[in-house]
């Protein structure tokens, strides 16, 4: 029986996805749910699993074809046992009394041979690879940063530049006089991915759309920081999670939310939809750039379930296996660039939301107490919003909300 594979439906917001990688050939047995192609969205890289066991008969779209959800890209015959081809060698008697398939026996090509020693080599990483006549030894060397360790094509590009590196810091003339740069200007050419097509598009959306003010304050983080400090141990014997600084901002956050609720509402033409739920998103760093998952309902959590939550989001960024789903909606968002060091930023906002929040790097500076000039660790908060539809004092009144709300917490350990 023939059974078609298709492409699985994908969310609303995604209209379209693009084939990264196919690990299996046309002629190939393929295992039911066994892994057959990496799907990239503009959100997340899905795995495509064999729908049935059979034979890979045909593959109708290749490496990078654009498609959409329930298109068919190859088919698979589930009734045959053996790989056609038709430039085998005969097979034995012993085989053909054991059914066992018929395997080509011809000589591979230079990307069948890379494929073998480097079996997570990315198409454009294998073209690069191809180009520039890499050995074996020296691919199996390149460390992946792409999914689940896959080597992409600015691995490849990273390697040969440090390579070219090593080879200008030792390279001398037969005289041992130093040699001079070649001065040549070089330019790369890197497609966009998915992701990153998308997070352009999204962000010009913003700003042309959206009337963007941003307002600042500062926050003391010194309570934080005397409550993490007094209850981190008991906490994490507690719950199994570390005692972070995220969940006490996404509870800053939500207070704030809870009083000014238009910081926490969205534009839908001429009308303003308040959200009565907190979908707040955090922005968290991966291989293949930015993305934004969404702790759901995250007034109804306690800080040790945001921080399980965020640790879980972080995990599975890096190893790419956030669902659409978990990538879709939010109505705040909050992006943290002090742990790059940033000490001050204006965030852009997450269209269709209203509002977000950008924290940096705590550092102690001097400020005035009582009339005093004392030390305290202090981290400033910049709070970007839509002014179409919120007014500054809704917005300065909701900073300063989280900014109390900070600067006065309660125990982690009083809540349930």
Do not use: C
Not at 94 to 108: F, Y
Not at 177 to 195: C, N, Y
Not at 206 to 218: D, G, K, P, R
Not at 349 to 369: F, W
Request: negative net charge; charged residues 25%.
């Amino acid at each position: 029986m023939l059974v078609e594979v298709k492409v699985p439906m994908l969310s609303e917001s995604v209209a379209e996805a693009t084939l990264v990688t196919w690990h299996k050939k046309t002629g190939e047995y393929v295992e039911r749910s066994e892994n057959l192609i990496d799907i990239e969205t503009d959100k997340v890289v899905l795995e495509l699993p064999a729908p049935s066991a059979g034979v890979l008969t045909q593959i109708l779209k290749k490496d990078g074809a654009t498609v959409a959800s329930g298109e068919v890209i190859a088919t698979i015959e589930t009734e045959a046992t053996a790989k056609p081809d038709n430039q085998s060698e005969p097979a034995s008697s012993a085989d053909k009394q054991a059914g066992a398939p018929v395997v080509k026996n011809v000589e591979r090509n230079t990307a069948d041979k890379i494929d073998q020693d480097i079996p997570m080599l990315m198409p454009a990483a294998r073209k690069l690879v191809e180009e520039n006549n890499l050995k074996t030894t020296e691919t199996s060397a390149i460390k992946g940063s792409g999914l689940g360790g896959r080597v992409i094509k600015e691995d490849v590009q990273a390697y040969m530049e440090s390579k070219a590196g090593t080879a200008s810091e030792i390279e001398t003339k037969p005289d041992s006089t130093e040699t001079s740069p070649t001065g040549e200007r070089l330019d790369r050419r890197v497609a966009m991915s998915r992701l990153r097509q998308r997070v352009a598009e999204r962000l010009v959306q913003s700003q042309s759309t959206a009337a963007i003010l941003t307002t600042f304050n500062e926050v003391n983080m010194q309570s934080i920081i005397d409550l993490r400090t007094r209850y981190k141990i008991e906490f994490e014997k507690e719950h199994g999670v570390k005692l972070g600084f995220m969940s006490f901002f996404v509870k800053a956050v939500i207070a704030a939310l809870k009083k000014y609720p238009v910081v926490n509402a969205s534009v839908e033409g001429n009308d303003i939809v308040y959200h009565d739920y907190y979908d707040i998103g955090i922005a968290v760093g991966s291989p293949r750039g930015l993305v934004v998952p969404v702790i759901r309902d995250a007034d109804r959590l306690s800080l040790a379930q945001i921080e399980m939550q965020i640790a879980d989001f972080a995990k599975r960024a890096q190893d790419g296996k956030l669902t659409i789903d978990e990538l879709s909606g939010g109505t705040f968002s909050i992006t943290n660039g002090g742990v790059f060091g940033s000490m001050l930023s204006t965030p852009i906002i997450n269209p269709p939301q209203s509002a977000i929040l950008g924290i940096h790097a705590t550092k102690e500076r001097p400020v005035v107490e009582n009339g005093q000039i004392v030390i305290r660790p202090m981290n400033y908060l910049a709070l970007s919003y839509d002014h179409r539809i919120i007014d500054g004092r809704e917005a300065v009144l909701s900073l300063v909300a989280m900014k109390e709300a900070l600067e006065y917490p309660m125990s982690p350990l009083l809540e349930a």
